[in-house]
């Protein structure tokens, strides 16, 4: 990743309507105005005794952080931790949908765990697209053709090309949740280039397997938690942890290690799951430790795959094509998508179910047996 100089995407905003002017050169403002309307907006909002307010842009500052995008009126924001001129590697978080409370709750402190785990690290969590209420909303969006999802993706990459990374900077784009369905839009359809790509909780990055993705050498890398109920809903897409998508499933769990059972504790300090995207993030791939895949899993994703496999050229044509019914083609697609995945699902959980059930008799009879020569 060359760059090509250009400033970052942000402009500054001050107060909840704000009127931020453009930077010197009639762009937007740089980092450093941005961080100024944050601290007027912070003054004002408590002032106001806007206290919901004052945390937010609290917790937006908080660690020195800067601030590349402030655009509070849209609830756009990207903050960047550590500097990016003395950094090896920079990762980009790209979060999924929910509301500023997710923001100060869930998104920040995970790019500060990420922040505080990787060396020699830039982390800039990206929060700057208009993103669903929820992952409902989000696929009853994607059936409609919605136009957000596109803009989000393209929104991706021109902040991606506007950090302007020295060629020997490592680029890693790391999206939890529906930021791995912007994150694959962007991937597929706008041209995101970078070093590698982290998924994590993913419901699906809109696209059939691994190659559609066009990373040209780049690696992608997948989490899924037990426990985790949005990953493998099949709303968006194959499942990019599933053994027939590609790319490398990472272990989550690992003992004398935290352990990772929800949606948002990925980047929970001290889970393997962080470890994980930490060696991803800082260039360590030899460090990884992969999922261990069952036969249940193996099977689940084969099922899965057999049932979408006829139905992949309407699926092409339902993301490309846009003239008369192509939301018949998307809703077509989309009932695919999620039959296919809910089908290896209970493919891969029953055969679990009798697993356990088997090595539970054969565990049994071991003990009778035992107790029979005594």
Known sequence: MTG???????SAECGPQGTGGPGPDGGAPPAAANLDAARRDLALARSRGDVARAALIDALLAGGASLPVYLPARDHYGVQLGDLGSAHHVAVLVPGVGTDANLASEWLPSAHHLYEAAESTVVVLW??????????????????????LRTAAAGLVGFVESLALRPDQTLTVVAHSYGSVVTGTALAHHGLECTAVVVAGSPGMGVDDLRQLHLDGAHLFTEEAPGDPVAGLGLFGAEPTSTVFGGTRMATNAPGHVEVLAHSAYFTPGSEALENIVDVVTGRYGDVVAHRTSLA????????????????PVGVAARHYRGPGFRVLANARYLVDVTANEAGNAVCEGLDAGGRAAGGGYRILRKILALRSV
């Open 127 to 148: 929060k700057a697209y208009d993103e669903p209420p929820d992952l409902l909303a989000a696929a009853v969006r994607t059936v409609a053709c919605d136009d957000d």
């Open 4 to 10: 090509d100089g250009r400033r970052a995407t942000g």
């Open 297 to 312: 899993e193996s099977a689940g994703s084969l099922v899965a795959w057999a049932l979408r496999l006829p139905t992949l």
